[in-house]
Each structure stands twice: as structure tokens, then as C-alpha cells.
């Protein structure tokens, strides 16, 4: 059978695993946002699917409401003031991305794949055409992820995301998803309002 067939089944099944298991986390994470600062728990946002299809996905939120919409952090002025107390932990963390868990099981993502980019980030889009990553479910995680995340430049991140759409298998995928809880605990490639300050040789160093 296809793998990407399985990868399916998998997604479906450890996805709503992870739902019953994590059900305690949500709840005290809801309490914690709607203590923290006025505005809805979740956040939804236009992003980019399989064949380029939009659809919402969904974070907890961790800004305030009144920040500009559909403004990547990075292209914020001074994107701190924006942030909430409880956003900066969870976006620390990288718990607000749990949410999408409900996109997995929807069949809008993939728990390994690109990350889907906004709707309006045209140039990201038109760079992983040529790598055909738009033809393949995004992920709440994926390859360039652990390979610098935040710090990588456009050009760079849509290869690293053809290099998974080429080398996309069972192994390699449980080999992002160990390097992401990796990447997690040590906090690596996180930048609130910066973007490709990677070099090219560090950026290349895991081919």
C-alpha cells in the first residue's frame, strides 16, 4: 500500500490519541488564556493546504485581539507588544500549535509535513511549486522545522520542504517527529520577528 495512504490511517488514529491524552493540557491552557487577556481561546487563521486549497487553521490564541491580521510575527513592528504573557509560553513552547490536532483529524493537515504557509505569502507559495510541497499535506511539524524554523530564509525552507516531499517515509517521518520534540525542549530555531538568519552553509549541513 501507498504510504502516503497509511500515513493517512496514522494521522487519524495517533491524532485522536493525542486528543484523549492531552485533554487535561487543553483544559488548563483554556483557563490560563481566558484569565490572561480578553478575546476568544482559539485563533484561526487562512493558510495554505493540499494543492494550495485554503482552509483555517487553528492555534490557541497568543496575542492580543487588536494585533494586524494576517501579518506574519516577523513583518510586525516590535512584535513583543503584540504578544501575551500566556502567548509568549505557549509560542515558547510551541503549545499553541495543539489545536491543530482537530485540523489532523478534519483531514486539513498531516502531523509531518511543510507547514502550511498564510494564504497571502505568495513568494513561500510560488518557492515550493518548484519542489512540488504544495501537493502534499501540510504538518504541524515538519523537516524544516528542526532545521532552523524561524531563522531560515524563504528560498531555504521551501527546499528543506521538497527534501521531505522526496524523502517521505515512515522512518523519516518518525525521524522529524523525534527531532521536533528535540528542537522543543531545546528552544532551536525560534525568532519572534526575525526570519533567515541562517547561512546557507548552516542551513545545508544536514544534506
Not at 56 to 69: A, E, H
Not at 92 to 99: A, C, Q, R
Request: some cysteine; overall charge positive.
Amino acid at each position: 500500500m501507498e504510504y502516503r495512504k497509511v500515513k493517512r490511517v496514522l494521522d487519524i488514529l495517533l491524532s485522536v490519541l493525542g486528543l484523549i491524552v492531552l485533554s487535561p493540557v487543553f483544559l488548563l491552557l483554556i483557563i490560563a488564556i481566558k484569565l490572561d487577556s480578553k478575546g476568544p481561546i482559539l485563533f484561526r487563521q487562512k493558510r495554505v493546504g493540499l494543492h494550495k486549497k485554503h482552509f483555517y487553521i487553528l492555534k490557541f490564541r497568543t496575542m492580543r485581539i487588536d494585533t494586524p491580521k494576517d501579518t506574519p510575527t516577523h513583518l510586525l513592528v516590535n512584535p513583543d507588544q503584540w504578544i501575551t504573557r500566556v502567548g509568549k509560553f505557549l509560542r515558547k513552547t510551541s503549545l499553541d500549535e495543539l489545536p491543530q490536532i482537530l485540523n489532523i483529524i478534519k483531514g486539513d493537515m498531516s502531523i509531518i509535513g511543510p507547514r502550511p504557509a498564510l494564504w497571502n505569502q505568495y513568494d513561500l507559495i510560488a518557492e515550493r511549486d518548484k519542489y512540488n510541497a504544495n501537493n502534499v499535506y501540510p504538518g504541524l511539524t515538519g523537516w524544516a522545522q528542526i532545521n532552523g524554523r524561524d531563522e531560515l530564509p524563504i528560498e531555504k525552507k521551501a527546499f528543506l520542504d521538497g527534501e521531505y516531499v522526496q524523502k517521505m517515509s515512515f522512518l523519516f517521518d518518525v525521524k522529524c517527529f523525534v527531532g521536533t520534540v528535540i528542537s522543543v525542549v531545546k528552544n532551536d530555531g525560534v525568532v519572534e520577528g526575525g526570519t533567515g538568519n541562517l547561512t546557507q552553509k548552516e542551513v545545508y549541513k544536514h544534506d
